[in-house]
């Protein structure tokens, strides 16, 4: 009797073993690229915010149209660089065709890219550079010390070139934003009416610290006449701040944001206007180029992108594409 039982239990334990080992081999199956079909993988700065949400509808609309597996990833918080490498680590050990970035900290992704491409795994950047890394190409909207001279020019002609203005980044590592805000201080050179406000702002990409930035800022400058807002939350943050200091229209406001989050700022004539590019053709045009690159072919210079425009390529294989002004004239234009 004791013997029936214990071959009844043994029988039971081997199909459990044999169900779990079924479980691992699906899961580990499940974290590998899939067999078959091309994987091109973005990695933002972070997720969850409307640029990168933006992002991402660009990433599953390229996978629809050009037929590969397009994913999007990145940390949940802003400025978490280990997070984003622990990410890209993954990516390689997944095996996926191509990692794309917007990297938190240029020097900081330098190792675990050169470790991809040693793996045989191709890696580009959008948004954010890393250009002394090995990664192929770069894929910008703008020129980003350029955007940055484009934001002052606009906030010195609605200031009338003279007073006090301040500026609001994201993380202090990101590199497409440090040169938006050399573009800032390149352009202010240009104005001898007009000073920064010290100290420089981050946000860290968070709504609620860009505001209570402004706020604070507004408390040690009572005589500020404008911001210069590089990054997406920036704009709407520092319009809540004016609103709740009473000081909407009094002090401009230019930036890159998104106009969805700007438009009832806009139309008020809180934020005076956007300096920006749709995000989703931005990661659009970027996962066509890099699936062309797979496929062997180059970008080059000129190219025209239907619904986008002409593309300059230039050194150090930088790609810029058109952007757009927005203003309280034609934000209802856009729907992103």
């Known amino acids: 009797m004791m013997s029936r039982r214990l071959a009844i239990v043994c029988a039971v334990l081997l199909a459990l073993a044999i169900a779990l080992a079924g479980c691992g081999k699906s899961a580990e199956k499940s974290a590998s690229a899939p067999k078959g079909k091309r994987t091109i993988v973005f990695v933002f700065k972070l997720v969850g915010i409307p640029y990168s ?140 009416g007009m000073s920064l406000a010290k100290p420089i702002i981050y946000n860290n990409d968070q709504p609620q610290q860009a505001q209570s930035g402004v706020a604070g800022l507004l408390q040690a400058n009572p005589d500020l006449v404008g911001i210069a807002c590089v990054n997406s939350p920036g704009p709407p943050g520092a319009a809540r701040a004016l609103v709740a200091a009473g000081k909407s229209g009094k002090v401009k406001i230019w930036g890159l944001s998104m106009p969805s989050e700007n438009k009832q700022y806009l139309k008020d004539g809180t934020v005076n206007g956007l300096i920006l590019w749709d995000p989703a053709k931005l990661t659009w045009v970027t996962a066509k180029l890099v699936n062309d690159y797979l496929d062997g072919k180059q970008p080059v210079d000129g190219m025209d992108v239907k619904d986008v425009g002409k593309l300059k390529v230039g050194k150090n294989g930088v790609v810029i594409m058109p952007g757009v002004v927005i203003t309280k004239d034609n934000v209802d234009q856009f729907n992103f």
């Open 53 to 192: 949400n933006a992002c991402e509808r660009g990433a599953q609309q390229a996978a629809k149209d050009l037929g590969v597996n397009v994913e999007f990833t990145g940390p949940a918080k802003g400025g978490d660089v280990a997070g984003q490498i622990r990410i890209i680590e993954n990516q390689i050990s997944r095996g996926v065709d191509a990692i794309v970035i917007s990297p938190n900290d240029p020097n900081s992704v330098k190792p675990v890219i050169e470790k991809a491409m040693k793996r045989g795994i191709k890696v580009f950047t959008w948004d954010s550079d890393a250009p002394d890394t090995k990664r192929i190409f770069y894929v910008a909207a703008a020129d980003d010390v350029g955007i940055g001279t484009d934001i002052v020019d606009k906030l010195a002609k609605d200031c009338g070139g003279k007073g006090k203005i301040g500026v609001m980044s994201g993380g202090q590592g990101a590199l497409n934003l440090n040169l938006h805000v050399d573009g800032v201080m390149k352009g202010l050179k240009k104005y001898p």
